[in-house]
């Protein structure tokens, strides 16, 4: 089992900037990509940022050139550097751990969720 902590969640005004920070640990061995979610009140959770064990990282359409998403390996934990806030851009965010076997199947996990709030 992975265990994953989000922290940094809050309230911040249209144009400012959150970091969000995941604690992975557990069985953290050949996670292959950790990413962000999002879900806001009445939607579907979406994909905000991924970053594979390589360091590729993808970024969904809304947040590209605002979003920055890093890893330090050291510490098992994963960022997610928010620039430019949009009241839009209010979710509760959730950290996402994958693990990919040889044989295709997978393992998600997933956090608590942390609540962004952007007022306008």
């Known amino acids: 089992q992975v265990q994953l902590v989000e922290s940094g969640g809050g309230l911040v005004q249209a144009g400012g900037s959150l970091r969000l920070s995941c604690a992975a640990s557990?069985?953290?061995?050949?996670?292959?990509?950790m990413a962000w979610y999002r879900q806001a009140p009445g939607k579907q959770r979406d994909l905000v940022a991924a970053i594979t064990s390589g360091g590729s990282t993808n970024y969904g359409d809304s947040v590209k050139g605002r979003f920055t998403i890093s890893r330090d390996n050291a510490k098992n934990t994963v960022y997610l550097q928010m620039n430019s806030l949009k009241f839009e851009d209010t979710a509760v965010y959730y950290c996402?751990?994958?693990?990919?076997?040889?044989?295709?199947?997978?393992?998600?996990?997933w956090g608590q969720g942390t609540q962004v709030t952007v007022s306008s």
């Open positions: 996402n751990a994958v693990k990919i076997y040889t044989d295709y199947t997978r393992d998600n996990y």
């Open positions: 557990g069985n953290i061995f050949n996670i292959n990509a």
